[in-house]
Nanobody
């Protein structure tokens, strides 16, 4: 499975961005999908995930109420709508696919996209 993330950019604090991650080469609809991020000098952290079966979602506490993860299996695409962005959201955002679940631990994900930069200015 190949994952291609897009949609990053530079935005002012309080603004919005929508990230997309399109999969190819596999049965996308059977994968749990996750979004992770990594800021310079920090470890990669979980942001949000969505199950393949019933669309159950999970969020990291700091993004709850601001970010929404969704998926369109017909388009092999998962989205991360990010609203009310803060400077601390600045990071490279990665999408990932999990054949078995949609957990918070990145080490269980099987495939990763290349990352897209999100920069939030104050």
């Amino acid at each position: 499975v190949q994952l291609q993330a897009s949609g990053g950019g530079l935005v002012q604090a309080g603004g919005s961005l929508r990230l997309s991650c399109t999969a190819s080469g596999g049965t996308f609809y059977r994968y749990g999908m996750g979004w992770f991020r990594q800021a310079p000098g920090t470890e990669r952290e979980f942001v949000a995930s969505i199950s393949w079966s019933d669309g159950t979602t999970r969020y990291e506490d700091s993004v709850k109420g601001r970010f929404t993860v969704s998926r369109d299996n017909a388009k092999n695409t998962v989205y991360l709508q990010m609203n009310s962005l803060k400077p601390e959201d600045t990071a490279v955002y990665y999408c990932a696919a999990d054949r078995l679940s949609f957990g918070r631990n990145g080490k269980y994900y099987d495939y990763w996209g290349q990352g897209t930069q999100v920069t939030v200015s104050s």
